[in-house]
């Protein structure tokens, strides 16, 4: 009995330890952002491999969410009548849900479990203690701008997976189902609000952003320098990344549609 | 072997120290001190944390107790910035090399001008080929890290480590792993390096023979103590019977060539 308690314990500590550590990074990287913007290189090199590089899955997947969307709400919507309000349906499901949360699902399969296997592997090969030898702060130069990157990317490949989302459901529901082309259009325009709505998106992206490409550093940076720590790292940024989307997707949902 | 170790005081004073990992001291109480000038050679059995000292003279790792001074500071008493400063005068050579793998072996013996100083993109391309052509790899200047072989990428690791001309560099098991020339190269390098540059170099390694053949001083660290240290003739010569199987690579001595077992004769008859 004692043991186990032990054993309890030890467990929370420990995972009380890692939360600590992942702080103590995230403060160290938020500390180097001052630093990056006189290397704007940097920045744009990890844009590029975080952000631009994951634009097809985004858009594609975007694409085919957007005519699922098309599809069932052009069945729900026509058993009342209501199949103008398609593009409304779509378009609220894609902004305010969908795309944030589709996006950062995606994002931490693609570009954060890269990044931590990148991490990662720069920890095992020495190449992280290597720089602090040069004397140069690893966070600050190689942590802080795929931090950054991950962050300015996520609400722009949420916006690009929204508006592709939007054009499936109108191939599908114009072109495909005969909804009327100046109903989906002007009912979105009517009904989705700036602020309410794009706004709202915008922040959540803003969020998912930080905490996926969080953990992924954190991850990476913390991995066991070994080639199954490597794995078990990479394991536990699409796992940690999923969870936390979707548990901070339904706190950040409440707090902002919630009953007033 | 160089000449040129100066007798006054140590670069690198190391007192008292005691390290664990666990429960396990890998130090206890061990005293060092790499003179100015010359090669210094850690020597010791795998696992006995021949590594795990150069990253606490480098302050990648702290100690239990005890100080270690590097030129007459207490490294693990100094502020970052007063640690990077320092780190600028100090070389890393690592096991792997530790190159940027995203980087060419140019861009790689670059990475430290260009971190560290404003120097012209002529004046690093002249220092950097300057750096190359000392460890004989300016024609590979083009080539990624994964193109070189392990000893090609010991040396870029070297030219890296030079290329800010640093007081001292730490080697870590440079010759683990070469085929004979390439150990050839390696060990006439770190000598060249270590004479030209007037710089303190600090060898750690389990290879008696090359290491013996360039080190001033000998330090041989077995169980959390220094057991032997001395001028390497002097270290390589010692009758103490530990000293002697571990330089001499004997099979059998203080450390048994035979695991714990009960006897043979009982074994076989199984009684």
């Excluded at chain 1, 180097?32 to 975080?50: E, N």
């Excluded at chain 1, 779509?90 to 849900?97: G, P, T």
Aim: glycine share 10%; proline share 4%; aromatic share 6%.
């Amino acid at each position: 009995m004692i043991d186990r308690l032990a054993s309890l314990g030890r467990i929370g500590l420990g995972s009380l330890e890692r939360l600590g550590r992942g702080h103590l990074l995230l403060f160290g990287i938020i500390g180097g952002l001052s630093d990056m913007v006189r290397r704007p290189r940097l920045l744009i090199a990890q844009t590029h491999s975080v952000g631009v590089l994951s634009i097809l899955i985004i858009t594609v997947s975007g694409l085919f969410v957007g005519m699922v969307l098309g599809l069932q709400g052009h069945y729900i919507l026509s058993q009342f009548g209501a199949e103008e309000t398609l593009g409304v349906m779509v378009a609220a499901s894609l902004v305010r849900e969908l795309g944030p949360v589709v996006t950062a699902l995606l994002f931490a399969g693609r570009a954060g479990s890269a990044l931590t296997a990148e991490i990662g592997l720069m920890k095992a090969t020495e190449q992280l203690s290597g720089l602090e030898m040069m004397a140069v702060n690893p966070i600050k130069r190689v942590l802080t701008p795929r931090f950054a990157a991950g962050v300015i990317s996520m609400p722009l490949l949420a916006a690009m997976f929204s508006a592709v989302g939007v054009i499936g459901g109108y191939f599908v529901g114009v072109g495909l189902l005969g909804v009327d082309d100046g109903a989906y259009w002007s009912q979105m325009q009517a009904k989705i609000d700036l602020r309410e709505d794009v706004f709202n998106g915008i922040i959540k992206s803003l969020v998912f952003g930080v905490v996926c490409s969080w953990i992924a550093l954190f991850q990476g940076y913390d991995a066991t320098p070994t080639s199954e720590g490597v794995s078990r790292a990479t394991t536990r940024t699409v796992v940690h990344s999923a969870l936390a989307v979707l548990g901070l997707d339904f706190v950040l949902t409440a707090l902002m549609f919630g009953e007033d | 072997m160089s000449s040129d170790v100066n007798n006054s005081e140590p670069l690198v004073k190391i007192r008292n120290l005691r390290f664990c990992r666990g429960e396990r001291a890998i130090f206890d109480g061990v005293d060092i001190d790499i003179p100015r000038g010359g090669i210094t050679a850690i020597m010791g059995p795998s696992g006995t944390g021949k590594t795990t000292l150069l990253k606490l003279i480098g302050r990648q790792l702290h100690p239990e107790s005890g100080t270690i001074e590097v030129d007459g500071q207490d490294i693990h008493r100094l502020s970052t910035r007063e640690l990077y400063e320092l780190r600028m005068r100090m070389g890393m050579l690592f096991q792997s090399g530790a190159l940027l793998t995203d980087l060419n072996v140019y861009d790689n013996v670059a990475y430290p001008l260009r971190e560290h100083t404003r120097l012209p993109e002529s004046m690093v391309r002249k220092l950097v080929l300057m750096k190359l052509e000392a460890v004989g790899l300016r024609g590979a200047r083009k080539l990624m890290p994964s193109e070189l072989s392990g000893g090609m990428a010991r040396r870029v690791a070297l030219a890296r480590a030079i290329a800010l001309d640093p007081m001292m560099i730490m080697y870590d098991e440079p010759f683990t792993g070469q085929d004979p020339i390439s150990k050839g190269v390696l060990v006439e390098l770190i000598r060249e390096v270590n004479q030209a540059s007037r710089l303190t170099s600090i060898v750690v390694s389990h290879d008696v023979e090359e290491t013996a053949a360039i080190a001033d001083v000998i330090y041989v660290i077995s169980n959390g103590k220094v057991v032997a240290r001395g001028p390497s003739d002097e270290v390589a010569n010692s009758d103490a019977p530990w000293v002697k199987q571990f330089m001499r690579g004997l099979p059998d001595g203080p450390v048994p060539f035979h695991f714990p077992a009960c006897d043979l004769e009982q074994d076989l008859l199984g009684s």
